[in-house]
């Protein structure tokens, strides 16, 4: 399969890519002065740009190659993570999404300050925000490398490689507007990318006499076609626990990831934040149909690759499957496809952990925007050197880890934030601290120990369903505890988190 | 702005020198000068703002978690309904399973029906608290 045709089109396409990004980008800096600019491009997207820009930036490669990879490997049960991931949407919708944008802050250690008052509340706020977005960009480069090692063959540091020094230039030139063109562009690349092989590829299957891959008779690695097909089966020992824990930290998590919640303050108002919302939930839905059915032609087509790298099964099948030069060109389609996704992702969380960063640690000591792209160029660069040293554990498993992390902290904070008016600072931090502790001490665990079987390996697996609950009980009692130290503004606040832009309160 | 004709000279000299800007109708009640706007109430945290700010905030909490348990009743119940349900497993469609299918594609037009649902009664909610806040 790696021919020198195919090679040399997996690097144009990956070229191709990164020039177009570079291209929109250096468009968008001529718009982009300020540094409320950089930030969060002057709050003047509308919500369909910033529809596709969020759906764009969503989509990683986790997304793109690794649900088929899972699907692929472990079955029809790894379909929850692409429906938690569009359902989370809902509940940021439901419960978030106005208020959060009304509450006029940048980033989710602003949110936590105005709400309480309180600069511990700040800092704690701000290390995690750096933590989830380091553990997000990790699988980010560790995946790049995969995909350009299965189309090119150049080593798995290689492509990691690539794709920091892209986000880097691209960030430190233009920043966020810079970022919103560049991502509502990659979500249409994304979304052709995968369509347009699917297209042949379902052709070329249909061609061979469509066989079902759910097949009983189907056996590979071990697994018939039954089990396969099976929505409750996880490897573990506790499906039921597993899928409902996976659910949690899907759905809670996603109004928690530094990189989504920054890019609902460049909505104009709260109504807009809404709408942007909508929007998303319809461009996610429309793209999560499409991995499955790639990991169930993968079964098919390309069996070998369940035990040995599934996740590049995505790029692997037209090669497979059309082959000669027709499907050298598919490839080519779904590595910029591929690349795509990990430029953005890689792109809004760095730009996300940098501005946490700039406010929090740099600010102090250089200005403005010279203190961003020193943060930027930390937030590569540490992540990028961790996804060498630690095993590989899967796209998609160490992005549900960030999503559980997320679950645990800013979710409470967030719901308790908008809708409580007893929670005090004290209470916040408890919060934050016993839940970021307990998914990282979870997080750590699936790093560096291998476990199988048994309840201990389910409930470390997936510590949302126990994690969670924990965080808010805690935010709870110790703020019930503290009583006395709710902030005084705290009713004030929330007429502005609540109260639409068309009533006019002064809203300081 | 319509101009009432009942609308008495007075009335409307001491509203050309008040005018400030115009939200919705006037009714015919006389109107005194130092008059506490609804908006700066709920500013100054006066009890009528709370009830105002308490209200819309009930309203839209109650609103927010029914869509999410209309969610937690469709696509959340389907781990459960798969387990009950072993038959949904067993019986295919297009050579697929239907909980295969159920989950592959039948989450995400619930999922987006319920936010455009949950969009339109949110800002059904805030319309009518407008409303009331300005008109009182």
């Keep these: 399969m790696l021919d020198d045709t195919g090679t040399v089109l997996g690097l144009l396409s990956v070229l191709l890519v990164s020039v177009a990004t570079l291209a929109i980008g250096s468009w968008g800096l001529r718009l982009s002065r300020t540094t409320s600019d950089f930030f969060v491009a002057s709050r003047s997207v509308r919500p369909r740009l910033n529809g596709f820009a969020i759906s764009g930036e969503y989509l990683s490669g986790a997304s793109f190659l690794g649900i088929a990879g899972l699907v692929l490997s472990n079955g029809a049960e790894m379909l929850w993570y692409p429906v938690g991931w569009t359902a989370g949407y809902l509940v940021l919708l439901c419960l978030v999404a106005a208020p959060l944008r009304r509450s006029g802050a940048y980033t989710l250690p602003d949110f936590a300050e105005a709400r309480l008052h309180s600069r511990g509340v700040r800092r704690a706020s701000a290390l995690l925000v750096v933590v989830i977005g380091f553990l997000y960009l990790m699988p980010q480069f560790q995946g790049a490398g995969v995909a350009l090692e299965t189309t090119t063959g150049l080593p798995p540091w290689a492509g990691g490689l690539a794709v920091a020094v892209v986000v880097l230039l691209n960030v430190l030139a233009g920043g966020m507007r810079s970022v919103t063109f560049v991502q509502a562009f990659q979500y249409w690349l994304k979304l052709t990318a995968l369509l347009l092989p699917l297209v042949f590829l379902v052709l070329v299957w249909l061609g061979d006499g469509g066989r079902s891959p759910a097949d009983p008779g189907l056996v590979s690695a071990g697994v018939d076609g039954l089990a396969w097909a099976d929505p409750i089966d996880f490897a573990g020992d506790h499906p039921l626990y597993s899928t409902y824990s996976l659910m949690v930290a899907t759905f809670l998590g996603v109004m928690g990831l530094p990189h989504v919640v920054v890019r609902y303050y460049t909505n104009p108002d709260g109504r807009a934040a809404r709408q942007t919302t909508l929007a998303v939930l319809a461009l996610l839905g429309a793209f999560y149909v499409l991995p499955p059915v790639y990991g169930a032609l993968g079964r098919l087509y390309a069996p070998g690759l369940a035990a040995s790298g599934s996740d590049s099964v995505v790029l692997a099948l037209p090669g497979v499957m059309v082959g000669g030069l027709g499907g050298d060109l598919l490839t080519a389609l779904l590595t910029a496809g591929a690349f795509a996704a990990f430029l953005a992702t890689s792109s809004g969380l760095t730009v996300a952990v940098a501005g946490v960063l700039t406010q929090d640690v740099t600010s102090r000591r250089l200005e403005g925007v010279t203190g961003f792209r020193v943060s930027a160029v930390v937030a590569v660069v540490v992540p990028y050197l961790l996804s060498l040293v630690t095993r590989e554990v899967g796209v998609a498993t160490v992005v549900g880890l960030a999503f559980a992390m997320a679950a645990a902290t800013f979710c409470p904070l967030l719901l308790l934030g908008i809708w409580w008016r007893g929670l005090t600072a004290r209470g916040a931090v408890a919060g934050l601290v016993a839940g970021g502790l307990l998914t990282g001490a979870a997080v750590v665990d699936n790093l560096v120990v291998d476990r199988t079987g048994g309840w201990i390996a389910s409930l470390v697996g997936q510590p949302a369903a126990w994690a969670v609950p924990l965080a808010f009980l805690t935010m709870v009692v110790v703020s019930r505890l503290t009583r006395s130290q709710v902030p005084a503004h705290t009713s004030r606040f929330l007429v502005r988190l609540h109260t639409p832009e068309t009533v006019r309160v002064d809203q300081g | ?136």
């Design chain 2, 1 to 136: 702005m319509t101009e009432h004709p009942d609308r008495t000279e007075q009335t409307e000299r001491a509203e050309r020198a008040e005018r400030v800007r115009v939200t919705s109708p006037r009714t015919g009640r006389s109107r005194q000068r130092p008059r506490p706007t609804p908006a700066s109430e709920m500013e100054a945290q006066s009890e009528l703002g709370e009830i105002y700010l308490r209200t819309l905030l009930r309203a839209q909490l109650r609103l927010g978690l029914g869509v999410l348990l209309a969610l937690g009743l469709t696509v959340g119940a389907l781990p459960l309904l798969f387990v009950l349900v072993p038959w949904l497993t067993r019986a295919q469609l297009l050579g697929m399973p239907v909980s295969w299918g159920l989950l592959a594609f039948g989450c995400y037009p619930v999922l987006v029906l319920l936010a455009w649902r949950y969009v339109r009664l949110a800002e059904r909610n805030e319309r009518a608290f407008a409303r009331v806040v300005e008109r009182s």
